[in-house]
C-alpha cells in the first residue's frame, strides 16, 4: 500500500535551518503531485508548498522566499529545505501525494522553533 514517511524534523532555534524528507513507497511517485502541509496547534492544517508533476512549485505567502521545495523521482522522495526559521513555523508538517481523486497522508514530522 502507499505509503509516505516523513523524516528531518526537531528543535531549532529561530534564524535555524531544517530540511524535511518525505520518502514514498507503493505508489508510481513521478505521477503524484506532492505537497508539504502543516498543522500547528489549535490550528487548522495549512499548505505550505506544493510541486507538481512536471516541477512546478507554489508557496504559502508566509513560507516565500525561506522554503524551498524540491523533488527527486528517481529516490521517489520530496525534500523542504527550511531557511530563517521563527517559532510561527512551529508546526507538525505532513507530506500529501495527490492524483485525480486520489489523496496520501504521511503520520507528519514535528519542527519546534525555538530558543
Known amino acids: 500500500q502507499v505509503q509516505l514517511v516523513e523524516s528531518g524534523g526537531g528543535l531549532v532555534q529561530p534564524g535555524g535551518s531544517l530540511r524535511l524528507s518525505c520518502a514514498a513507497s507503493g505508489m508510481l511517485f513521478s505521477i503524484y503531485h506532492m505537497g508539504w502541509y502543516r498543522q500547528a496547534p489549535g490550528k487548522q492544517r495549512e499548505l505550505v508548498a506544493r510541486?507538481?508533476?512536471?516541477?512546478?512549485?507554489t508557496y504559502a505567502d508566509s513560507v516565500k522566499g525561506r522554503f524551498t521545495m524540491s523533488r527527486d523521482n528517481a529516490k521517489n522522495t520530496v525534500y523542504l529545505q527550511m531557511n530563517s526559521l521563527a517559532p510561527e513555523d512551529t508546526a507538525v508538517y505532513f507530506c500529501n501525494a495527490a492524483r485525480f481523486n486520489e489523496n496520501y497522508w504521511g503520520k507528519g514530522t514535528l519542527v519546534t522553533v525555538s530558543s
Open positions: 510541486i507538481t508533476v512536471g516541477g512546478t512549485t
